[in-house]
């Protein structure tokens, strides 16, 4: 072999051999970034869990179960027959945050009741971390000589309830609210009471600094009854996005101007509406008396407003009028040639007919025949009358407002869809 040969060789053998140690170098150090790679996704995934873990322990530390003490820590009356409510919690703990339009439910210890009463109030203010507010409007017994009482929970609270007074309260829910930050215009419509959702609404708005177009028609009848004056002119005249009509439909003569303190004479009517927001193409949110919210609702499906972009908060029993049709109803269950079915009340024994021309609710038809289920608003709002089916299915008039787990149904709203077994 000459020197060349053995050059070359060698040659080749170095350059193979560094190649070697190069390729082992590069997997060795590709191994140890791999590791450190895995440890830094490790450790992420660890602060990612860490951060939900405490972000849930914040949040169940403050939301609770049952009733929470909240102290009254100050009285406001709004205007005339309405007063606002200021609560902080007993504990002192921080409050969970809540979206506007909620409610918050009352459990009241009201003297001569055997049971409390349990009514449900909406948040009135925007969220904040210490307080919460409500405001309640009296509800005095009707004008006719008949002997109906007039509201219990509502003058017990204008009545009785004092500064420093101690309130067994649930957290807030429901599902009536506005998200600030969505894309499309809003336009809130209150009639009277109805207003305490929408105030909590533009106020949220506002505090997150939120660009949505938002207006607000607030119906009642005279300067007398305009709750939350001075706030809501601030709110729109502070906030270029915040718009408010204010409409009298009775305004007292030598008192209410318009321009000053109203801006339309007359109720709030699709005409109104129109007038001011031109095209169709928002989402609107309705809360007022049942026929406030009746024609308006159908004024603006007229108008062409899809029904999904209409929300509606109803303050009194909710209708079984406008109940599903009955088509979940299977053969075996079928209603008969009136559209009565059967309910069979599992734990009381009692099998009693539902008359679709009646159109009472599930709670009605148990009490009518001394059935026991417990309730509460009896609007579909406090979940108190929540009752197991075993066989069956309900349907509601409009979408309760509290959730409801697969196989109950909220007896204070649901009508049966065909025979039904409940467990009551
Ligand atoms: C989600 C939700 C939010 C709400 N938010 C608010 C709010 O922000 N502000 C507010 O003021 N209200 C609100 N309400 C309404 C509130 O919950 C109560 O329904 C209202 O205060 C009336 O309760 P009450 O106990 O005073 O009247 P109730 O005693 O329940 O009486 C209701 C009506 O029935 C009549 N009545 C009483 N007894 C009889 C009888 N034996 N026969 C015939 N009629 C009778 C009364 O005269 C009265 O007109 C809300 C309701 C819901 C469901």
Excluded at 79 to 106: A, I, N, R, V, Y
Excluded at 195 to 220: C, D, E, H, N, V
Excluded at 306 to 319: L, N, Q, V
């Amino acid at each position: 072999m000459d020197t060349a040969a053995i050059y070359i060789g060698s040659g080749l053998v170095i350059l193979v051999a560094v190649q070697l140690v190069t390729v082992i170098v590069e997997s060795l150090l590709s191994l140890t970034r791999q590791v450190k790679q895995n440890k830094l996704s490790d450790l992420f995934m660890l602060e990612r869990i860490e951060a939900v873990r405490a972000r849930r322990e914040l949040q169940s530390a403050n939301a609770w179960n049952g009733c929470r003490k909240f102290v009254v820590k100050q009285r406001v009356e709004e205007s005339e027959g309405t007063c606002s409510f200021c609560l902080e919690p007993h504990d002192g703990k921080p409050l969970p945050t809540f979206k506007p339009g909620q409610f918050l439910t009352f459990q009241l210890d009201v003297p001569g009741l055997e049971k409390p009463a349990i009514r449900c109030y909406s948040l009135s203010d925007g969220p904040r971390p210490d307080s919460y507010r409500v405001s309640i409007k009296r509800v005095p017994a009707p004008d006719d000589s008949s002997n109906v009482p007039p509201g219990l929970v509502s003058n017990y609270f204008h009545d009785h309830i004092r500064e420093g007074d101690l309130l067994d309260v649930r957290a807030p829910s429901g599902h009536f609210f506005v998200d600030p930050h969505a894309k499309s215009s809003a336009i809130l419509i209150a009639g009277g009471v109805g207003i305490t959702p929408m105030a909590s609404m533009l106020k949220a708005i506002a505090a997150s600094g939120s660009a949505r177009q938002t207006t607000l028609f607030y119906g009642i009848r005279n300067g007398r009854e305009h709750a939350f004056k001075t706030e809501l002119q601030e709110l729109a005249e502070n906030h270029d996005n915040i718009q408010v009509v204010t409409c009298y439909s009775n305004p007292r003569a030598g008192h209410d101007v318009k321009g000053r303190d109203y801006d339309v004479a007359g109720r709030v009517t699709i005409d109104v509406i129109r007038k001011t927001v031109e095209t169709s193409n928002h989402r609107y949110f309705l809360c007022g008396p049942p026929e406030f919210m009746r024609s308006l609702g159908s004024e603006l499906g007229d108008w062409g407003v899809p029904a999904k972009h209409i929300f509606t908060e109803a303050f009194g029993p909710a209708s079984l009028k406008s109940r599903k049709s009955m088509s979940s109803v299977d053969s075996k269950s079928a209603p008969d040639k009136e559209g009565n079915v059967t309910v069979f009340f599992s734990r009381s024994g009692k099998n009693v007919v539902w008359e679709t021309g009646n159109a009472l609710s599930l709670l009605e038809l148990a009490e009518a025949n001394d059935v026991q289920i417990e309730s509460g608003c009896r609007t579909g709002g406090c979940g108190t009358c929540k009752v197991a089916i075993k066989k069956g299915s309900v349907s509601y008039g409009s979408d309760p407002d509290c959730d409801i787990e697969s196989g109950c149904g909220l007896a204070c709203v649901a009508g049966p869809d065909g025979d039904l077994v409940i467990d009551a």
